[in-house]
């Protein structure tokens, strides 16, 4: 006959064994559940216009709204791939860096409104970033251009409260009105020396604004262009001649 106490550790190690296995189990579940579920996609390449399956084949069961990072490597976006970005309410980060757009225009409204959105990095053959593209995107700290931009369009960054700090691209021809109306963080900034006009509304209610230095290119500033920036203390004008100075520029 087995010894009591013999057959008392015996039971104590197989619960020991079976306890062990069954967290290892709870482990593996954790861990499986949080590899199926990432909150970022990274897609290496696709084909024009086929952005959507890919990208459904990369996600997996993974929520849309879920996702906070898509990053695309390869490939031409065109405005049917453009539409996946209407699925991604908690998207917070863009990089876009590697691709290209079809014609090179970043389009219309394409993020406005976005809450969440932070950081945008545009497609590397980007001309034109139209009108509103990321307007009233209250998160929105960093964007970085390609050196191909040459034109941003109207109010395409209008009320992006928390964007402190924007380079824009050296080869900038156009600015549209009120591109960045409303932008209360932004400190300072540099004009290149490519755009002649200052359009109206660029930037009125910039209430942080201190600095602001204009390329040497400048010949019109229009109306109301810095109204209400209530604390600008240096508008530096590198212009040989003077420019023509709307109404109200400096209105409070």
């Not at 109301?224 to 001649?241: P, Q, R």
Request: aromatic share 6%; charged share 20%; glycine share 8%.
């Amino acid at each position: 006959m087995m010894d009591p106490n013999k057959k008392k550790n015996i039971i104590r190690i197989i619960m020991l064994i079976l306890a062990g296995l069954m967290l290892l189990g709870v482990f593996a579940q954790i861990f499986i559940y949080a590899d199926e579920n990432p909150t970022d996609v990274v897609i290496d390449s696709f084909e024009t216009g086929n952005l959507k399956t890919v990208f459904d084949e990369q996600r997996g069961s993974l929520d849309p709204n879920n996702i906070t990072e898509l990053t695309i490597k390869s490939g031409k976006l065109n405005a049917t791939d453009m539409n996946v970005f209407q699925m991604l309410s908690g998207i917070q980060k863009v990089d876009l860096s590697g691709a290209e757009i079809d014609g090179g225009i970043f389009p219309a409204f394409i993020f406005m409104g976005r809450g969440k959105i932070q950081t945008v990095l545009l497609p590397k053959n980007t001309t034109t970033v139209g009108n509103g593209a990321m307007q009233y995107c209250n998160e929105l700290t960093t964007v970085i251009f390609p050196d191909s931009v040459t034109e941003i369009g109207s109010n395409a960054f209008e009320n992006c409260v928390k964007l402190e700090a924007i380079s824009l691209p050296a080869g900038l021809v156009k600015i549209g009105d009120t591109c960045f109306s409303g932008c209360s963080s932004l400190s300072s900034i540099d004009i290149p020396d490519n755009v002649t006009i200052i359009p109206k509304n660029l930037f009125a209610r910039c209430s942080s604004l201190t600095e602001v230095h204009l390329g040497k290119n400048v010949a019109t500033i229009e109306d109301y262009a810095f109204t209400d920036c209530s604390n600008l203390k240096t508008l530096n004008i590198w212009s040989e001649n003077a420019p023509k100075i709307g109404n109200g520029i400096l209105k409070m």
